[in-house]
Antibody, heavy 122, light 107 residues
Framework: QVQLVQSGAEVREPGASVKVSCKASGYTFTGYHMHWVRQAPGRGLEWMGWINPNSGDTSYAQKFQGWVTMTSDTSISTAYMELSRLTSDDTAAYYC???????????????WGQGTLVTVSS | EIVLTQSPGTLSLSPGDRATLSCRASQSVSSTYLTWYQQKPGQAPRLLIYGASRRATGIPDRFSGTGSGTDFTLTISRLEPEDFAVYYCQQYGNSVTFGGGTKVEIK
């Protein structure tokens, strides 16, 4: 069965960086784009961007361009999201999400990681 | 960027009631790219409806989605206790945006 297992909770000081991992299993890792979505406490969902593990191509939401980096390691079926220059506004749960595309043109997020809570505090 | 506005913000209903949730887009969205998710406290979101009207695998038929263009609706025909949650719509055109969510709470 498809599983996305993320790394554990992190605490960082303002100005630091954080790197969250997402290990995929149960499917061909290079066959699907991996997206990242975050959710601040008590708030809605915010899309951050995606990576194509097959090519390494990325696309970031305009808000995150210049301070998020998405990478992947196909040898261990793991995607990574690194966010730099953290502020308290970056305190959130970060989710990796597999994106399903099919020949009919449907695109949707079908499997979600369990989420990684990143807390930014001095 | 396409903005999705969900209404109402909160829906207070009883088990057995019908729930109607709205998602309005700031510009036309292809139905192919309109998706609904359910999220319960402490859990990741779960896929409910994709392509505006297609139920995901394992989703009960009391959930249905309709709409096109800029107006989309998620309907829960008879609320079960496990349906009280927050619901988000999402569009995936040339970028991805989510609506702000509708919380369905027990009255």
């Amino acid at each position: 069965q498809v599983q996305l297992v993320q790394s554990g909770a992190e605490v960082r000081e303002p100005g630091a960086s954080v790197k969250v991992s997402c290990k995929a299993s149960g499917y061909t890792f290079t066959g699907y784009h991996m997206h990242w979505v975050r959710q601040a406490p008590g708030r809605g969902l915010e899309w951050m961007g995606w990576i194509n593990p097959n090519s390494g191509d990325t696309s970031y939401a305009q808000k995150f361009q210049g301070w998020v980096t998405m990478t992947s390691d196909t040898s261990i079926s793991t995607a990574y999201m690194e966010l730099s220059r953290l502020t308290s506004d970056d305190t959130a749960a970060y989710y990796c999400v597999r994106c399903h595309y099919d020949r009919s043109g449907y695109s949707y997020f079908d499997y979600w990681g369990q989420g990684t809570l990143v807390t930014v505090s001095s | 960027e396409i903005v999705l506005t969900q209404s109402p913000g909160t829906l207070s209903l009883s088990p057995g009631d019908r729930a109607t949730l709205s998602c309005r887009a700031s510009q036309s969205v292809s139905s192919t790219y309109l998706t609904w998710y359910q999220q319960k406290p402490g859990q990741a979101p779960r896929l409910l409806i994709y392509g505006a009207s297609r139920r995901a695998t394992g989703i009960p038929d009391r959930f249905s989605g309709t709409g096109s263009g800029t107006d989309f609706t998620l309907t829960i025909s008879r609320l079960e206790p496990e349906d009280f949650a927050v619901y988000y719509c999402q569009q995936y055109g040339n970028s991805v945006t989510f609506g702000g969510g509708t919380k369905v709470e027990i009255k």
